[in-house]
């Protein structure tokens, strides 16, 4: 018997990475906006030190690049 194998295209290759680039964003993105000084998932732990609330509206933080 002979295997047919089915064509990846290049599309799904990028659909796929941008999905699970997307997803680690996400969590990246939860992770900073986190109040949490200990945070754990499976095999990754962070252990940081936070702003303290009554000073959250004193942080700028810069989005800009040049």
């Not at 990846?8 to 900073?32: F, H, W």
């Not at 936070?50 to 004193?58: G, M, Q, R, Y």
């Amino acid at each position: 018997m002979s295997e047919t194998q089915l064509p990846v295209s290049e599309s799904l290759i990028l659909t796929a990475l941008g999905m699970i680039g997307a997803c680690c964003a996400g969590m990246l993105t939860c992770i900073l906006k986190s109040r949490c000084t200990k945070i754990s998932c499976g095999c990754f732990s962070i252990e940081r030190d936070v702003i303290p609330a009554s000073e959250l509206n004193n942080v700028q933080v810069n989005t800009t690049t040049s």
